[in-house]
């Protein structure tokens, strides 16, 4: 590990690369800009690889430099190998290297693919960066060019309002998070003096034990408000349904699988911080969001959206697992997440690219038979994120989090929270599957569709073998997982699953699960049946309630009517005030300085230049009617000098007297 | 007396010599009445005991410059003044009272001087060996002044008087 | 010698106002340059009387500016009528009011 850690900055210095030359290639040059990409990603993955084999023995090793000084202080940055980060990078990079090979099937018929290939490049490179960094400083360099890319990336297509309009949204709102992260990191080193985590004992992670820094919750909920942003958690998650107007592959790889999870990967890597009333906050938070978001995801209609709403649900019940049960219950449900979630996309992505752009469930239907891998592909997909017990990841995640909340001593609501969450969850998934996949066809598009290319399918199944396989490793008959980050060993014992505290809730979940799947499967089939589909059966049964969901309780509404509003109102005062009494005050300043000009111009031609000439016009004039006495005339200058000889003669004889 | 009678007659030789000079019609005439007058002067400077200066006198302003006088009233005939009209300047008018106020201070401040009536002390000897050699060593360097003087004017005199090669002054035609 | 001094001075202002006033009053060049003489002449006799009248008769500084003075108003002179030729010979004129081209 120590020696493979200097060398561990090429993960993300690849996808960069390849992100700058790709920003100089022609648009003509597709295949050289997604070889590039892929190439890159390529060697991240195998680096990864080997980084992830030499973690095994437990440790960490952190490599630092200085980036610059200035007068005494220097600003470390550095990056740190260890457990959590390692399986961060092999997440990261393989999903990242699947979906840019789906991306050369579903874009290939953009004009910008190249354009595509070079933002997704530096996309990858950031969130690899982010991953190793081991100075909140770099961490926060990482997290800004990550949603740098995200704004580039959601505004692809950005001759589209609607995609130009939600790139924005989503960069402002994470920005107000951010706020409050920046406050967090300036707090954190005005109290440690580092920004390191790891720095041989003097890192700001590591000052917590031997009389070093108490645990501090201002520090922590300030730096939990930069994952509320950047995780959309309530109440900053509004930018996350407006960011699917970005091309397919860009929702599931930045929106579902990476991005999203960078800030449940933050309040993993600074849980030293995290004091136990922090904790409680990041727990509350998350499971209401966990319900929030689901239940909106019940009356929604985009195929998309639905997805959307779901990956808020499941980073709320990633952040309640990491309030209740610690670093690995959160991340074992990340890393499950982001596979399902990634391959529940790119599903998506396949059929709308059958459909020819169609995303409304409702003019969807019948594609079982039309597009039998996809379908294959999203069962697997819907049953991991539903839970679907023993062979499904996300059944053990789940579990792991739902057993470590019934376990919570401060309160049992969010176990509650997170059992009807998992209840919506499977009802609004069989309620989109039927609609999209079972049943007639509503529309021609859908009518017509056919399987994708192999470009695009061969990605989907290898992120479902990895959605079956992945829950393996977390299962608590072998807590690999658990153990692989916390540094112990995990011995396979199936006795376990039947252990007495685990048990009831395991049989709890699942029979709750397939309720939902029934009930939702009974409602939707028989209206997926229906070639017209106007009405959803629960619009019919409750209008108000659906209407309710389907806004997504009116929370874009209530923002625009007061936050951006009073946002307007403020911008428009500081408009008049700056043109009015700023630009006023200017005005009158450059009136005066013109005044005085003109005056001093006036003065200067008319008193200076006036009187100069005057003087000189008189002794000009002067001269000139003197030298008419110069006549030429011998005579009279010898008259003149008689005259003077006599005034002299006079002067000298009798001017004494 | 027979001083006074000598000098009366000197005196007056001159002054209507000058006299006559400045009113004669006739250039010719007035050249030679100056130089009747340069004379009588000379005559008065032999009554002085000035011998030497009385004949450089007659050398000099009767015999060169009188001459002189005369070429070049003979040279410059050719605009002479019309049976008839007017010899005088314009302005003359102004001329003679400015003279007669010349005339006036002078005799005014003669009249008022204290030495007027002044006699010589004594007989004065001026002999040319003691004007030699005064000229050699008290006055040597004026000497030589006016010979570079005289020397300047002899040029002067000739290149002003040169006649202009004949294209120029066919130009003045 | 038994005339006063006052009597040649008085000759000499006379000598010199007709000088003058000869020269001011006639309108040739050639006059003016003879009412010039005459007041030259006009001022050797000053010299000449004050020398002979006054103390320290044996030092000849009298005499000697007369004769210096004599020389000069030669040179004088030649240079003059020289001059006068010239402007002749230009201008075919040696009338004074005529020849005014050197105006201010």
New interface residues.
């Given amino acids: 590990m120590e020696s493979l850690v200097k060398y561990v900055w090429i993960i993300p210095a690849a996808p960069l690369l390849a992100a700058g030359v790709g920003a100089l290639l022609p648009a003509g040059r597709r295949r050289l800009g997604a070889g590039l990409a892929i190439g890159a990603m390529g060697v991240s993955f195998l680096l990864s690889c080997a980084a992830f084999f030499t973690t095994l023995h437990p440790g960490r090793a952190a490599c630092n430099f200085r980036w610059f000084e200035f007068g005494d202080t220097a600003v470390p940055l550095g990056w740190v190998l260890d457990p959590l980060g390692a399986i961060m990078l092999l997440m990261v990079s393989l999903v990242s290297l699947v979906i840019f090979v789906y991306s050369v099937g579903y874009m290939a018929k953009d004009g910008n693919f190249t354009r595509f290939f070079c933002f997704m490049a530096l996309f990858a490179a950031a969130m690899l960066g982010l991953v190793i960094a081991n100075s909140l400083l770099l961490f926060f360099i990482c997290w800004e060019l990550v949603g740098l890319a995200s704004y580039l990336l959601i505004g692809f297509w950005f001759q589209k309002p609607s995609a130009a309009a939600a790139a924005k949204k989503a960069f402002i709102v994470t920005r107000i998070g951010d706020l409050g992260l920046f406050l967090g990191m300036l707090w954190l080193y005005a109290r440690t003096g580092t920004l390191l985590f790891y720095d041989g004992g003097h890192g700001c992670l590591e000052q917590l034990g031997a009389g070093g820094l108490a645990a501090s919750t201002g520090i922590s909920l300030l730096i939990f408000c930069g994952a509320v942003g950047k995780s959309g958690q309530i109440p900053l998650h509004v930018w996350l349904p407006d960011a699917m107007e970005g091309p397919t592959p860009v929702s599931a790889l930045i929106h579902a699988a990476t991005m999203v999870a960078a800030g449940v990967f933050l309040i993993a890597r600074v849980y030293p911080l995290m004091s136990a009333e922090s904790l409680e906050v990041v727990t509350w938070v998350g499971a209401l969001t966990a319900v929030f978001a689901a239940s909106i995801a019940v009356a929604q209609n985009d195929i998309k959206r639905i997805l959307a709403y779901s990956t808020i649900s499941q980073l709320g019940y990633m952040m309640m697992g990491l309030g209740v049960g610690g670093v690995a219950v959160g991340m074992f449900h990340l890393i499950t997440h982001a596979f399902f979630k990634a391959l529940l996309f790119l599903g998506a992505g396949s059929v709308i690219h059958s459909c020819q752009d169609e995303q409304d469930i409702r003019k969807m239907g019948g594609l079982r038979k039309l597009m039998p891998l996809t379908f294959a592909t999203y069962a697997v997909g819907m049953m991991a994120l539903c839970g679907v017990p023993l062979f499904f990841s996300g059944f053990w995640s789940k579990e792991a989090i739902l057993d470590a909340a019934h376990h919570w001593r401060v309160s049992q609501a969010p176990f509650y929270l997170g059992l009807i969450g998992a209840f919506l969850t499977a009802f609004y998934m069989t309620r989109q599957v039927c609609g999209v996949f079972f049943g007639t066809p509503a529309s021609a598009e859908s009518g017509h569709a056919h399987e994708s290319p192999p470009v695009m399918t061969v990605p989907l199944a290898i992120l479902a073998c990895l959605a079956v396989v992945a829950g393996f490793f977390g299962t608590p008959a072998w807590p690999w997982f658990q153990s692989y980050l916390e540094g112990g060993r995990a011995a396979l014992d199936l006795s376990k699953i039947a252990a007495a505290h685990q048990l009831p809730i395991l049989l709890l979940s699942t029979t709750l699960v397939f309720a939902a799947i029934l009930l939702s499967g009974w409602i939707y089939l028989k209206a997926a049946a229906r070639t017209s589909r106007e009405m959803d059966p629960l619009e019919a049964a409750q209008p108000a309630v659906f209407a309710c969901l389907n806004r997504k309780f009116f929370i874009d509404e209530i923002y625009d009517a007061t936050v951006v509003r009073l946002t307007a109102v403020f911008a428009s005062v500081s408009d008049w005030l700056d043109r009015a009494v700023w630009g006023g005050l200017v005005r009158a300043v450059s009136w005066l300085a013109l005044a005085l000009a003109r005056l001093d111009r006036a003065v200067d031609e008319e008193v200076v230049n006036g009187g100069f000439d005057a003087c000189t016009e008189t002794v000009r004039g002067s001269g000139e009617w003197v030298?008419?006495?110069?006549?030429?005339?011998?005579?009279?200058y010898?008259?003149i000098i008689?005259?003077a000889?006599?005034a002299l003669?006079?002067l000298l004889?009798?001017g004494s007297q | 007396m027979l001083n006074e009678i000598i000098f009366l007659l000197c005196a007056s030789l001159t002054l209507a010599g000058a006299v006559a000079a400045m009113m004669l019609r006739n250039l010719v005439h007035c050249a030679l009445c100056a130089a009747g007058a340069f004379a009588g002067l000379a005559a008065l400077y032999l009554q002085l005991d000035a011998q030497f200066v009385g004949l450089a006198q007659l050398l000099i302003y009767v015999g060169a410059i009188a001459i002189l006088i005369v070429f070049t009233i003979m040279l410059t005939r050719g605009d002479e003044v019309r049976p008839g009209a007017s010899i005088a300047s314009p302005l003359w008018w102004v001329g003679l009272p400015v003279g007669a106020l010349v005339l006036a201070c002078l005799v005014g401040a003669i009249m008022a001087s204290p030495s007027l009536l002044r006699l010589p002390a004594g007989a004065v000897h001026a002999p040319v060996r003691k004007i030699g050699e005064a000229l050699m060593n008290r006055y040597v360097m004026p000497l030589q002044a006016v010979g570079l003087l005289l020397t300047a004017a002899l040029l002067g005199a000739v290149a002003i008087g040169l006649r202009e090669p004949r294209d120029a002054e066919s130009k003045t035609q | 010698m038994t005339t006063p001094l006052a009597n040649y001075l008085i000759v000499a202002a006379l000598l010199f106002s007709v000088g003058l006033a000869g020269a001011l009053a006639r309108r040739n060049a050639v006059l003016v340059l003879i009412g010039l003489e005459l007041m030259l002449n006009a001022a050797n006799l000053n010299f000449i009387a004050f020398w002979r009248f006054g103390p320290h008769a044996e030092r000849l500084a009298g005499l000697m500016f007369v004769i210096f003075s004599i020389a000069v108003a030669a040179a004088e002179v030649a240079v003059g009528l020289a001059l006068v030729i010239a402007v002749y010979r230009h201008r075919r004129t040696a009338q004074l009011d005529r020849l005014d081209s050197l105006k201010g």
């Fill in positions: 030298s008419r006495l110069q006549n030429g005339q011998v005579q009279r010898l008259r008689g005259l000889f006599c003669l006079v004889l009798w």
